[in-house]
Structures are given as C-alpha cells and as structure tokens.
C-alpha cells in the first residue's frame, strides 16, 4: 500500500523545574492511505502528544520536537514554516481532539466554529460556507442542522458535540484524520453510533484516520493496523488480527487479558501488577520490566529495540532476542 505519513524517530520532550519529560522517545510509525492505524496504550504513554507532535501543536515552552522526521506526502512537516503548516492543519490533516465538551469554544455557536475553517481553508464565500457547513452537519447525521448550526455547544448533548467535532474535521475532506480518544465519556450506543459514521466517512472519503485510544473493544472494531506505545516507546506492531492472535510482548497481552470476555468466567479481572513508571524515574532498561512476569536479568539493564519477528508484527522485547540498546 502506499504511505500517506511516516514518523521516523520522533523525539519529543518537555522541560520542566523537575527534569526532562520524554514524552515520545524515539517513535517510528507509518500510516498508509486508506488505512485506520490505531495507537493503543495507557494514559500518559505519549500517544496524543504523538499525534501533537504532527500537526506542530507542541507549547514551546515547556515543549519541543528535538528529533526526527514525519513526513507526509513527500514532505517533512517539521522542516515547513508555520504558514505552511497552518494551510495543512485543519485542511489536510485533521484532528478530532479529545473531550468534546471542553475541545469547542462555549461563546461562539456551532455554525461560527465550522464556517471559519471552510473560509479558511476553501477560500468560500459566507453563503457557501454556512451552506457547506449544514451539509456537512446532516452528513455526521445531525437532525435538524439548518437549526443546529445556529446552536452553542452547551445546547447540545455530548454525543451530539462529538458529532460537531467530527463534522469539523471532515468539513475539508482531509486525507488523514487524527481521532483523539473520539468515544471517551460517551454512553455505549452513542459510542456504536461515533464509531459506525467514523467506518462510513472513511468508505466514502477514502481518508486514512490514526486511532488513539486505550479500548481494545474500539481498536478490535476499527483497526487495520496496530502501535502499542508504552512510556514513550512503541513496544508492539502489527496488523489488527495477528496482533489480537498472537500478542508477543508481555505488555500488549496484559492488555488483551484485562479486557472483559463474556465467555470466560473469572472471578476477578486480571489487571497488569504496579503502575506506569514515573517520567522523571524511568528505569534503565525496559521501561516495563518493573512490571513484567517474564523479566529476566537483561531487561533491566538493556532497552531492547523493535525487531520484527514475523511479516509486518514487530515487537521490542528480550524474549525474541536481537541487539539492545545499552
């Protein structure tokens, strides 16, 4: 397939009284056209400041990209100017940022937050705009969008900003969307339904949309391909079933195993034992080796690096050998 974006070596930190936050260690992923690549992880392992890090949102200070390429359509996003980036973020590439509630501005109605990136990006007229911005609203499957455009956010209920948000995103048909834990703090049929018209605007759009979450449920559903990310680092990569098959690094199966399964019967759910080390305390070697039931004597001293193991499944783990990271 061909590539619409490659990250390779990203490195993005945050400078801070305390020390140096390593937010995204040295990350490289690809995302190929028409493709739904999914990032999955625990809260604070970098996968939305991953996604941040591409449409050079970073808030320097106390942020900055030290590191890497991410290249998109031949060109390296890092390397343009922020005029140039500004005529691709929201036009190009879009994101539907994480928590509706707070990501929309509660002074300025649906329709003013719409139509300005159409104005921005479209160079259309005010009519054509308000036009283009109800049709892309009755798209997202909003009733009454001819009313709703006229409507401020705390009107309306969560699943129905969710849907503004995505309506936002899409508004410009780009051709990769960046979706930020797009279901989070929605009721479950609400989630169904986000992630039903998410599944049909790629089909009709042919947009690819890297996926950040940390629900298996939603990454089983929507996936083509998968990143785990852990403290900063990819640890795991494969396509969606080979990976739900066959998990190799003791982190993604904790993950797998933690997961409700309605035709097993335990008494308790398992959970991974201890926490998410700190950013200012990372270990020396693998950063989940504290945590890890299969952790041998090199895990401690030695980061392993992504090696792939099968065709397309890569993994950074000691239990299938390969050179380390001293």
Not at 4 to 31: H, P, Q, R
Not at 133 to 156: F, M, Q, S, T
Not at 171 to 188: G, H, Q, R, S
Not at 217 to 241: F, N, P, Q
């Amino acid at each position: 397939m061909e590539k619409l974006l490659e990250i390779k070596n990203l490195k993005t930190y945050f400078y801070t009284d305390e020390g140096i936050v390593k937010a995204v260690d040295d990350v490289s992923l690809k995302i190929n056209k028409g493709e739904t690549m999914c990032i999955v992880g625990e809260s604070g392992c970098g996968k939305s400041i991953t996604a941040m890090s591409i449409l050079r949102l970073i808030p320097n200070p106390p942020g900055r990209i030290e590191g890497g390429e991410i290249v998109f359509e031949g060109r390296d996003l890092l390397k343009l100017s922020e005029e140039e980036v500004r005529s691709i973020r929201g036009n190009e590439i879009s994101m539907i940022f994480q928590e509706p509630m707070t990501s929309l501005n509660p002074v300025f109605t649906i329709g003013n937050q719409i139509i300005e990136a159409i104005m921005l990006h479209q160079n259309l007229s005010k009519k054509a705009a308000v036009e283009k911005a109800v049709e892309v609203l009755k798209l997202v499957g909003i009733p009454r969008a001819d009313e709703i455009i006229n409507a401020y956010p705390h009107e309306l209920s969560g699943g129905m900003r969710q849907r503004v948000m995505i309506a936002m995103a899409m508004v410009c048909n780009p051709k990769l969307l960046i979706a930020d834990e797009p279901t989070t703090a929605l009721d479950v049929t609400i989630q169904a339904q986000i992630l039903d018209l998410m599944r049909k605007l790629k089909e009709d759009t042919k947009t690819s949309i890297m996926l950040i979450t940390h629900d298996l449920g939603v990454v089983a559903e929507m996936a083509d391909y998968i990143s785990v990310m852990y403290s900063g680092k990819i640890v795991e990569e494969a396509k969606v079933l080979e990976l739900f098959k066959n998990p190799l690094h003791p982190y993604t199966s904790g993950l797998l195993a933690s997961k409700p399964q309605i035709h097993i019967d335990k008494e308790k759910l398992y959970a991974i034992p201890g926490q998410v080390p700190s950013s200012f305390d990372l270990p020396k070697g693998c950063y989940f080796y504290p945590r890890c039931e299969r952790a041998m004597d090199i895990c401690e001293q030695c980061a392993p690096k992504l090696k792939q193991i099968h065709d397309g499944h890569y993994v950074a783990c000691h239990l299938y050998g390969g050179e380390e990271n001293e």
